[in-house]
């Protein structure tokens, strides 16, 4: 099982970018999957999950509206949408994947419920 995240760089406040979480080894839509963070010198935050399905989706209020999560089961592949980006948003993005239970809230949010992690993806925001 491996996840692999892509899509980060240096950006100017105010910009976007797009993140990806692709999976190989594992039927991608049987698995939870979310987003966290690592900013240098903070704890892991979360910052966004998406169910199985795609139809049910979760932010942290930090990133909420400015951020969109979707996934495209058939790519194996999930995205995090970043717009609006400002220098907090700046971090280490990690995709984590856990297949063991159905989409919940609570529970997606705590990094330590998911079995499966990418390396992560630096995002840069600064001008």
């Known amino acids: 099982v491996q996840l692999q995240a892509w899509g980060g760089g240096l950006v100017q406040p105010g910009g976007s970018l797009r993140l990806s979480c692709a999976a190989s080894?594992?039927?991608?839509?049987?698995?939870?999957v979310g987003w966290f963070r690592q900013a240098p010198g903070k704890e892991r935050e979360f910052v966004s999950s998406?169910?199985?399905?795609?139809?049910?989706?979760d932010y942290a209020d930090s990133v909420k509206g400015r951020f969109t999560i979707s996934r495209d089961n058939a790519k194996n592949t999930v995205y995090l949408q970043m717009n609006s980006l400002k220098p907090e948003d700046t971090a280490v993005y990690y995709c984590?994947?856990?297949?063991?239970?159905?989409?919940?809230?609570?529970?997606?949010?705590?990094?330590?419920?998911?079995?499966?992690w990418g390396q992560g993806t630096l995002v840069t925001v600064s001008s």
């Open positions: 998406i169910s199985r399905g795609g139809g049910r989706m």
């Open positions: 984590a994947a856990d297949g063991r239970r159905s989409y919940g809230r609570s529970w997606s949010r705590e990094s330590y419920n998911y079995d499966t």
């Open positions: 080894g594992i039927t991608f839509s049987s698995y939870v």
